[in-house]
C-alpha cells in the first residue's frame, strides 16, 4: 500500500511539473468575463487533459484494485456478519422456543404431579374414615356383645338367686323340702309367669 502511494505521489508530482510547465496566462487572459470564464482555455485545456489522463491512469492501475479489493474484502466480512448474526438470531428464537416447551412441559407435569398427590390424598382420607367406621362398628358390635353377655349373665344370676329365694320361701310356706329338679320346674314356671306378665 505504501509503495502505491509513493507511486501515486511521484506521477502527481510529474502531472503538477508538466502544468508549470504550461505558458503563463497573460494578463489580459485573466481579464476574460462572462461566459469566455466557463470555457477554458486551448493552452490550458490540454495539459489539464494530460495530467487527468495520467491521474486516472494511475488511480485506475494502482488504488482501484486495492479500493476494490478492499470494499469486497468488507463486503464480505458484513455478509459474514449479517449471516452470523441472523444464525445466532435463529439459535435464540430456537432455544426460546425449547425453553417455552420445556417451561409448559414442567408446568403440565406440576399440574399433573399436584392432582395425583390431591387424588392420592382424598383416596388415603377416604380410606382412613372407612378404617375408622369400621373400627367404630367392631367396637360398638363388641360393646353390643358384651352388654348382651353381661345382661344375659345377669339374667342368669338373677334366674338363680330368684330360684333360690322362691325355693326357700316355697319350703318355708310348704314346709317340704324340694329336691333340686322340683327346684328347677318350680323357678322355670316362675320365670315363665314373669315373662308373660312383663309382656
Not at 469486497?72 to 439459535?91: F, I, S, Y
Not at 362398628?137 to 344370676?157: L, N, P, Q, W, Y
Request: one cysteine or more; charged letters at 30%.
Amino acid at each position: 500500500m505504501v509503495k502505491h502511494i509513493q507511486k501515486i505521489a511521484c506521477m502527481s508530482t510529474a502531472a503538477l511539473v508538466s502544468l508549470a510547465a504550461t505558458p503563463t496566462l497573460s494578463r489580459a487572459e485573466e481579464e476574460r468575463g462572462g461566459i469566455d470564464l466557463l470555457i477554458p482555455a486551448i493552452a490550458e485545456l490540454i495539459p489539464a487533459c494530460i495530467a487527468f489522463l495520467i491521474v486516472y491512469i494511475v488511480l485506475a492501475k494502482m488504488v482501484w484494485p486495492s479500493v476494490v479489493k478492499m470494499m469486497d474484502d468488507r463486503e464480505k466480512a458484513l455478509t459474514g456478519q449479517v449471516e452470523a448474526a441472523q444464525e445466532a438470531q435463529r439459535k435464540v428464537a430456537e432455544t426460546t422456543q425449547e425453553c417455552n416447551r420445556r417451561l409448559s412441559e414442567a408446568h403440565a407435569q406440576a399440574a399433573s404431579i399436584v392432582a395425583k398427590a390431591k387424588q392420592d390424598a382424598e383416596e388415603e382420607r377416604a380410606r382412613i374414615v372407612y378404617e375408622a367406621h369400621v373400627q367404630a362398628s367392631d367396637i360398638i358390635d363388641k360393646g353390643h356383645k358384651a352388654v348382651e353377655a353381661e345382661r344375659t349373665r345377669a339374667m342368669e344370676d338373677l334366674t338363680r338367686s330368684i330360684a333360690d329365694l322362691s325355693v326357700e320361701i316355697a319350703g318355708k310356706i310348704i314346709g317340704a323340702e324340694l329336691t333340686d329338679e322340683k327346684h328347677l320346674k318350680l323357678a322355670s314356671r316362675y320365670l315363665e309367669e314373669m315373662e308373660a306378665q312383663d309382656a
